[in-house]
């Protein structure tokens, strides 16, 4: 059965491509089929991890190979694929969000008459997502990786008559160009280091290879994670992404793609386990990405890029628990795929916010919305709740154990963490005061209402998986699963058990809320942003996202403008006037370019005809002498 | 005989054309007979290749005349993989441009016959340069190629045409004379050690002296190196290719030039293995120079057609590392690129052209928001673009890996440099995208209709192809890796091995039944 999992793959595939070519008649059942085919590879995909679980430790990695992709030189990759406890709790997450994501989309995109496209741009994404963690072929991964990518920028770009969603698709396309860098050289590393890039393979082999060459490739794989998980330093795309419709900032931009980084490097352990440097790489970005995002979370206004900023920052966590190895690759999962829920609910509850707001993002337009959208209300409540780490829900138990494995690790790095975790319950209780608490601050001409039950379904659900995520935890269950693969960490001493450092991480939290209640409920909330000059330099500094893109223009895109328009007037001056000039003094060849002018146009076919003369004579004349 | 055949018929059907008595407006009879003859070569051209023994190897469906005899010349043709493949691809596009030509607007409608007459002899004459086993028949063939381009770009182009023929023509003959002193070189050589032959098989036997050798090799590349076009020798190219027709510049660069990165495998690796490897480190450098180069020089670009000639100039750098790498990965690349280039070059060059001629303007800045209008040109736009960015899942990312796996191998800093090129091309087409495609509509665009069918008709199969060829491209390849095999152990340079290889033995492998 498993030598079909390829289907996973095929029915989206099939059916986006389907309604891609499908004309004007698809309109009325696009988004039906579309979301049926996610459904479908869901379903399927819950029957394949069923049977993993009635297998043995051993026998849950199970690969097949289609067929021979690339065979050329010494070159050879199949387009194979492994369906195991890692790939597999990803297809259960790619597709079960994927299809409430779909389900949510029939209601949110109701009204825009390319809906049939956006299906099948989704069903596309889903595609190459599946394809991304069922590759057994570093290469194949990267046909998924990228397959993403042009996923993400057509879906950035989908309201692209608006010139701020094309330069956002464009941006985030390019940023993620800088990543692939990495990745390709990777795996040229790969295949001149090993004659393959079987992910198996290598991560086999990495042991017997130099050290060097396990750090050069934790560090060319990390640069590729940099990207496409929106890491520091090529972090800077994510937040301009969010100009895409609201579905695909829950699916792509929250729940699945960003988090592919993440799970290249937990994909890579044996890379990873090998290298002391690239881990300390992957510990770095990670803790520096979890404060960034958390300190631009805590300034936006916009409710969007609030949001975005706490995944920059949940990832962060996520990155920075893979880099701590064998003891946590499991919580960088559990936390991936609990973050997925919340963050994936969140998004999906702002969008229903949008909605009923004439598509305003501006927290400062909203307040009050508690009692006007109970359900999206109650749905993004327990998000919150989870996100900020509140017990017994999903993201305490996923933050807390992270939290407490980067303590193992090294003290700053967990004080990092712990410090973290307040700034989001401060950022995410404001968010939740300028939102749903708080007075009205509408505009005009705006009357909130609750969203349809096609997305409110899709809510609840996502609601009640946040409230619940935390049970893959019960009895270690999710680092059990993942030890054949991720390796058995000994467990690290802390200098306080455990229980004790749950209570501290539960108290700095509640200071966080407490902070956030006291700054925003002590006088009225502007309807208007204030301005840069009237805000303290933490919030300016938030507000300009660090200043991310001042440095990357600075450094890269304004050089390379000024590159460009050099090279320009160098190759016409330059180039082509030195040769042109050279031409010149050697043949006279003013003349030629004069006489065309004129309309002398056959004494060209006459000169074609003088040179063949030429040769004739010449080798008549060596042949003579 | 099946190679003549094939290389005549289109030079015969640019004959019968030349003669058929001028029709009034719309010529349909000129046009749907150029296309016809295209069709007739591309299937004559599939049977060719299913009479080509892909596991055999070596040269195959060989004939050999004996031609100029004082000379020591034959006419004598032979395919192996490398040639088929080019010849493939030259009757593959020949039809696709014959059929987007219908619609181009000639400076002189009389001449309709004319401008699909050179087009056909242009897909002749380079079939007989890619089965060419004589190096003064490839000589001949290889310059006879600038005739019927000469007026092409000359007689039908945009209103600096005649300055663009004529540059185009100066700069390829200077290269051809360069190569004829080789070529009268060779002969002397030849003559001197026994029996004067130009047959490829004779001139493998020669002994030249080092410097002999450097210097016959030195005529051929020069001219294979601005023929390519090699930096800094390809500023002919965005000139001829920013006047010329679409047909014309797709002719062109997707095959005349790829005469140029053949010759450099077949006449410069075949016959001086040394000298290629002597001069491999300045010609790696210029590649990869070349790369960066045309990407940057074409993120700068307002022309369209000048934007893509300049990505071509990016592109045939790769085709030229790969080669001068020596590996038989990075060369299969080299020529998996030459057949994947011309597709999604021909791709980007005719849908821009269709633009072009309903907005009256190649210039970029003149574009704005026509997605609105024309979702079909902008969906077909998008997937050229793509293609030329190498996007994995389409056919030139295959062989840009290839080129770039293979180089890493050999130099790790060639590599790497090049490398940069992915960056700079997801540029140079985003920008032009985003620029002309998106955003709101812009002035003067109002006439941009959408594809027409036979305009959908003639951009189809490059487009199938170019999915098609990235998630199988293994039927070119299996042509493809025979040859190969025999020009690297011909160079005497086997691939680096792995430093630490591997042992494929995937845990718990089930065969799927797909094989």
């Known amino acids: ?625 | 005989m099946i190679l003549s055949i094939l290389a005549a018929t289109p030079i015969v059907g640019a004959v019968l054309l030349a003669l058929l008595p001028r029709e009034p407006a719309p010529h349909h009879r000129a046009k749907y007979v150029a296309l016809g003859v295209s069709l007739i070569t591309l299937v004559l051209s599939l049977v060719v290749m299913a009479r080509f023994d892909q596991d055999a190897g070596g040269y195959q469906l060989t004939e050999k005349h004996e031609w100029i005899k004082v000379f020591g010349a034959y006419y004598s043709l032979g395919v192996n993989g490398i040639g088929i493949t080019l010849i493939l691809l030259t009757t593959i596009l020949t039809p696709i441009v014959i059929l987007a030509a219908f619609g181009d607007r000639l400076p002189d409608p009389k001449s309709t016959n004319a401008y699909f007459a050179w087009m056909l002899a242009v897909e002749g004459l380079a079939i007989g340069a890619f089965a060419a086993t004589d190096a003064f028949l490839f000589y001949v063939l290889f310059e006879a190629t600038l005739i019927p381009l000469y007026f092409l770009i000359g007689s039908f182009g945009g209103p600096n045409r005649s300055y663009a023929a004529v540059k185009f023509l100066i700069y390829n003959l200077v290269g051809g004379l360069l190569m004829l002193a080789s070529i009268v070189g060779l002969y002397v050589i030849s003559a001197r050690q026994g029996q004067a032959s130009f047959l490829l098989s004779d001139l493998q036997n020669l002994d030249f002296s080092t410097n002999t050798e450097r210097l016959l090799f030195l005529g051929f590349m020069a001219a294979f190196a601005i023929k390519a076009p090699l930096w800094p020798l390809h500023t002919w190219l965005p000139d001829a290719a920013g006047q010329a027709t679409p047909g014309t510049s797709v002719l062109m660069v997707s095959v005349i030039d790829k005469i140029g990165t053949f010759g450099m495998i077949r006449w410069c690796l075949g016959l001086f293995p040394g000298a290629s490897d002597w001069a491999s480190p300045v010609v790696i450098t210029l590649a990869v120079i070349s790369i960066l180069y045309g990407a940057l020089l074409a993120i700068g670009q307002d022309d369209i057609r000048r934007l893509i000639a300049f990505t071509s100039v990016s592109h045939f750098g790769f085709i030229i590392l790969g080669i001068f790498a020596f590996t038989t990965t990075s060369l299969a690349g080299s020529t998996l690129y030459m057949f994947n280039h011309g597709l999604s070059t021909a791709a980007l060059f005719l849908v821009t052209g269709m633009m072009i001629a309903r907005r009256g303007s190649a210039r970029i800045s003149d574009f704005g928001g026509v997605q609105k209008i024309a979702p079909i040109m902008s969906g077909v736009l998008l997937v050229a673009g793509l293609s030329s960015l190498s996007l994995p899942g389409l056919a030139p990312f295959i062989s840009e890996f290839l080129v770039l796996a293979g180089t890493f191998t050999r130099s790790i800093p060639a590599a790497a440099f090049a490398t940069l090129g992915i960056v700079l091309a997801a540029l140079y087409i985003l920008i032009m995208y985003q620029r002309v495609m998106t955003g709101p509509l812009k002035a003067g665009n109002e006439g941009v209709s959408d594809l027409d069918h036979r305009e959908m008709a003639s951009l189809t199969p490059a487009i199938i192809l170019i999915v098609g060829l990235g998630f199988f491209p293994q039927p070119l390849l299996n042509v493809i890796n025979p040859a190969i095999d025999e020009v690297i152990s011909h160079v005497g340079k086997g691939d680096p091995a792995p430093k630490t290889p591997v042992q494929i033995d995937a845990p718990a492998t089930q065969e799927g039944g797909h094989e």
């Open chain 1, 1 to 625: 059965m498993f030598d079909l999992q390829w289907l996973l793959i095929a029915i989206p595939l099939a059916s986006g491509l389907g309604l891609l070519v499908w004309g004007k008649e698809g309109d009325r059942f696009g988004h039906l089929i579309g979301t049926a085919a996610s459904a479908l590879s869901f379903l399927f995909g819950v029957v394949l991890f069923a049977s993993l679980l009635g297998k043995d430790g051993e026998d849950r990695s199970q690969s097949t190979k289609l067929f021979t992709w690339i065979d050329a030189g010494s070159f050879h990759v199949d387009m194979g694929f492994t369906f195991d406890q890692l790939s597999g709790l990803f297809v259960l997450l790619i597709t079960g969000v994927g299809t409430l994501i779909h389900v949510y989309s029939i209601g949110y995109m109701a009204h825009d008459e390319r809906r049939r496209r956006f299906f099948a741009f989704l069903n596309i994404f889903i595609a190459a997502m599946l394809t991304l963690v069922l590759a057994s072929d570093y290469l194949v991964l990267f046909l998924g990786w990228e397959g993403v990518g042009l996923a993400s920028y057509l879906l950035i770009g989908f309201w692209q008559h608006k010139d701020s969603a094309a330069a956002a698709a464009k941006k985030a396309f390019v940023v993620n160009r800088v990543g692939d860098l990495g990745m390709a050289t990777g795996i040229m590393l790969m295949f001149s280091e090993f004659g393959t890039s079987s992910i198996h393979a290598v991560n086999g082999a990495i042991t017997s290879a130099s050290g060097s060459v396990a750090t050069a490739l934790g560090l060319l794989l990390l640069l590729g994670a940099c990207g496409k998980s929106a890491q520091v330093p090529l972090q800077s795309w994510l937040l301009d992404a969010m100009e895409g419709p609201t579905p695909v900032s829950a699916l792509i931009h929250a729940a699945t793609m960003v988090t592919a980084g993440v799970y290249l490097v937990v994909r890579s352990n044996g890379i990873f386990d090998a290298s002391e440097a690239a881990r300390m790489a992957v510990i770095v970005v990670g803790l520096v990405t979890l404060l960034a995002g958390a300190w631009i979370g805590c300034a936006k206004d916009d409710i969007k890029k609030a949001l975005a900023g706490s995944t920059m920052s949940q990832i962060g966590y996520m990155m920075l628990a893979a880099g701590l190895g064998p003891a946590g690759y499991a919580f960088a999962i559990f936390h991936l795929i609990t973050h997925g829920f919340f963050k994936a609910n969140m998004f999906l509850g702002a969008g229903s916010v949008m909605h009923g707001m004439n598509d305003d993002v501006e927290m400062r337009h909203y307040g009050g919305l508690r009692t006007f959208m109970p359900i999206t209300f109650a749905t993004f409540g327990l998000g919150y709740l989870a996100i900020i780490g509140v017990p017994p829900f999903a993201g305490f138990w996923s933050k807390d154990k992270i939290i407490e494995a980067a303590f193992g690790e090294n003290f700053w790095v967990g004080l990092g963490a712990l410090l973290g975790a307040g700034v989001t319950a401060f950022y995410m209780t404001r968010l939740m005061i300028m939102t749903f608490l708080s007075e009205k601050r509408w505009r005009e001409d705006v009357h909130p209402h609750e969203s349809p039950k096609v997305m409110t379904w899709p809510l609840i659900g996502l609601a009640v998986l946040s409230a619940l995520g935390g049970v893959l935890l019960v009895s270690n269950w999710i680092t059990e699963w993942l030890e054949p693969l991720t390796g058995h960490a000994e467990h690290e001493e802390l200098a306080v058990p455990a229980i004790v450092l749950t209570l501290i991480i539960t108290v700095v939290v509640a200071i966080g809320v407490f902070a956030a209640v006291v700054f925003y409920r002590r006088e009225p909330i502007a309807a208007e942003t204030p301005a840069d000059s009237s805000v303290s330099f933490f919030a300016r500094a938030g507000r300009h996202e660090l200043y991310g893109n001042e440095l990357n223009d600075a450094i890269v895109v304004r050089p390379t403008r000024h590159l460009t328009r050099f090279l320009v007037w160098f190759d016409g001056k330059g180039v082509d006037g030195f040769v042109t000039g050279v031409a010149d003094r050697l043949g006279d060849t003013s003349q030629f370019l004069r006489k065309p002018q004129t309309g002398y146009v056959r004494s060209y076919a006459l000169t074609m005809f003088g040179g063949v003369a030429v040769l004739v004579l010449a080798l008549l004349a060596v042949t003579l002498a």
